[in-house]
């Protein structure tokens, strides 16, 4: 499989197919366009391509100095497995190791402890866990 990932933005449609197949919209209720935001508004993309067809995608936003925070990294079901998602995710750590990223973080889905653990994520200690505030709207 020729897979070609690209520094660039999907298109609005392109990325709501996408995330939607990751079944998080169901708690968010993002529209198409709050979606698109969110890319637009990130500091650094990655898209996974096979051809024309967007297969896999993964973003993170950062301070460029101390900090970064990864989301949205998705591969289509019927893609995974062939280590696209290990690509964007490394590609996503280059960036932040590149500008010296002290504290790279994320929130890890249901299930996805493993495929974190590979590319070098330890969970949090129960001393200092990450906290939040969840909103609905
Ligand atoms: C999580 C996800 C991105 C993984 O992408 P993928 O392309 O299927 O994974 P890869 O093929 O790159 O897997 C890389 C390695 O992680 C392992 N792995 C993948 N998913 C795993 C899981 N759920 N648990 C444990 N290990 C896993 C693979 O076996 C592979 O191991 P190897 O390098 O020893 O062969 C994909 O399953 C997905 O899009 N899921 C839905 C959205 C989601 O939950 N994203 C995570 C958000 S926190």
């Not at 024309?52 to 460029?64: A, E, H, P, Q, T």
């Not at 493993?114 to 505030?133: A, N």
Request: net charge negative; with cysteine.
């Amino acid at each position: 499989m020729d897979i070609v990932l690209i520094a660039s933005l999907p298109t609005q449609q392109e990325y709501l197919k996408l995330f939607k197949t990751a079944g998080w919209n169901k708690d968010y209720n993002l529209t198409s366009e709050e979606l698109f935001k969110s890319i637009q508004n990130s500091s650094y993309c990655v898209s996974a391509y096979d051809e024309d067809k967007l297969v896999g995608f993964g973003r993170m936003l950062s301070d460029g100095v101390a900090h970064a925070v990864l989301f949205d990294v998705i591969v289509l079901p019927e893609f995974q497995g062939e280590s696209i998602g290990r690509e964007i995710t490394e590609k996503l750590l280059e960036v932040c190791h590149s500008n010296k990223i002290r504290d790279i973080q994320l929130f890890c889905a249901i299930g996805k402890i493993g495929f974190y653990e590979k590319l070098g994520f330890k969970k949090r200690s129960d001393e200092c866990p990450g906290m939040e505030i969840i909103m609905r709207y």
